[in-house]
């Protein structure tokens, strides 16, 4: 099985549906194989959306590497922001734009883009559990490309796992952002970056 950046078209289908609960309100998505997290949402993405909820957040976001939509989907319609989506993973965004209907979002917007090749605006708020697995420096390239789409006060936030080097990104970012950690739970990282 491929990894969830790819595009495996031999991948069989299946789609699958679950329902979670944040901050009182239900939502419904859809997931298949070949996402991640296909079955359930993963602890580390749910502190990440606690977190930015708590955030006084508005205008446009950027939902990066988006997945099934879940990051993108709670925060249009619990902050009410003018949410954008994107992800490599065709598949992954066949069933946002699915996620997006079925949780009647009218705020929000899915398309596919490897980084940000089919990205031209720039945004007040990007938010991501990102793609650790595409190796540190593909992960580091698209991180630091980040405040090019950024606007002058934006902020990033992202979830990195203690295991996966959440330490030694703060220190090797430490100087191209202003970083402070916002949480920490269970071995993850939560992760604000500002432009210096």
Do not use: W
Not at 162 to 174: H, L, P, R, T, V
């Amino acid at each position: 099985m491929g990894h969830y950046f790819i595009n495996d078209e031999n991948l069989k289908s299946e789609i699958k549906e679950f329902k979670t609960n944040i901050s009182g309100s239900e939502f419904i998505f859809k997931t298949d194989n070949g996402v991640f997290s296909k079955g359930e949402l993963d602890f580390g993405t749910k502190l990440l959306i606690e977190n930015v909820l708590k955030e006084d957040i508005s205008g446009k976001v950027l939902d990066f590497g988006c997945g099934y939509g879940v990051i993108g989907i709670v925060l249009a319609k619990l902050k009410n922001v003018n949410m954008t989506m994107v992800d490599v993973n065709n598949r992954a965004i066949h069933l946002t734009k699915k996620n997006i209907l079925e949780n009647n979002i009218q705020n929000a917007i899915a398309f596919s883009s490897d980084g940000f090749t089919n990205i031209d605006k720039k945004f007040n708020y990007i938010v991501s559990n990102p793609p650790i697995r595409i190796g540190k420096v593909r992960l580091y390239e698209i991180i630091k490309d980040m405040k090019n789409y950024l606007e002058s006060d934006g902020v990033i936030y992202l979830v990195i796992r203690k295991e996966q080097g959440a330490k030694s990104f703060i220190k090797d970012f430490c100087n191209e952002y202003e970083i402070q950690v916002l949480d920490k739970s269970k071995g993850f990282y939560i992760i604000s970056l500002k432009c210096c």
